[in-house]
């Protein structure tokens, strides 16, 4: 007999058509002289029904995110537009940090030499961390895995923090949606 696999409104990735799409209906499949449906299928508004070895959930699903394939790194440029006498209060005078977020080196964050000038210590902790964060994000992946596997089992707290993780995956995950129209003034 089949069981539902997925919910209904869950968010799921359709590999045939290379898609995220919400469940919108379960579809049991009935025989007759069976207590249970036979097999269920999915409707995903994408024209067609889909099997649940088609589909799958968020947390499965294998589709490159940003900081995976390659680690992130940490470079120091050099600050063209002050000697190092000028900025002698910076921790690396003469530089400022850049997060490469690419193999060739290029691609990333950078930081106007302005907002660095004004607070260096600052701008050089947000670096460190962006330049952290694919690490960070696979041990909230690593404690969301273990709570799941922990099958209810898992202290309460960790269970809260794996479910803070979840929600914060989900968000790094989901394409924002468009921004308005900015605000012409005439």
């Known amino acids: 007999m089949a069981k539902a696999v997925f919910q209904r409104n869950q968010k799921v990735w359709v590999e045939s058509v290379g898609a995220w799409a919400v469940i919108e209906k379960i579809v049991p499949v009935w025989a007759k002289g069976f207590d249970e449906p036979v097999r269920v299928t999915y409707e995903v508004g994408l024209g067609r ?42 921790p690396h005078p003469g530089t400022y940090p850049v997060v490469v977020t690419d193999e060739a080196d290029w691609g990333g964050w950078r930081v106007p030499g302005a907002e660095y000038d004004r607070a260096p210590g600052r701008i050089e902790q947000q670096a460190r961390l962006i330049a952290s964060a694919p690490r960070l994000l696979t041990l909230a992946r690593a404690v969301m895995r273990l709570v799941d596997e922990s099958a209810g089992d898992a202290p309460p707290e960790l269970q809260r923090l794996a479910e803070a993780f979840a929600r914060l995956d989900r968000r790094i995950r989901e394409a924002p949606a468009a921004s308005p129209a900015p605000l012409t003034t005439e």
């Open 49 to 90: 029904e889909f099997q649940a070895h088609e589909l799958r959930a968020e947390a499965d699903a294998t589709v490159e995110t940003v900081g995976e394939g390659g680690a992130w790194r940490l470079m120091r440029a050099r600050n063209k537009w002050q000697t190092e006498e000028d900025c002698a209060h910076h």
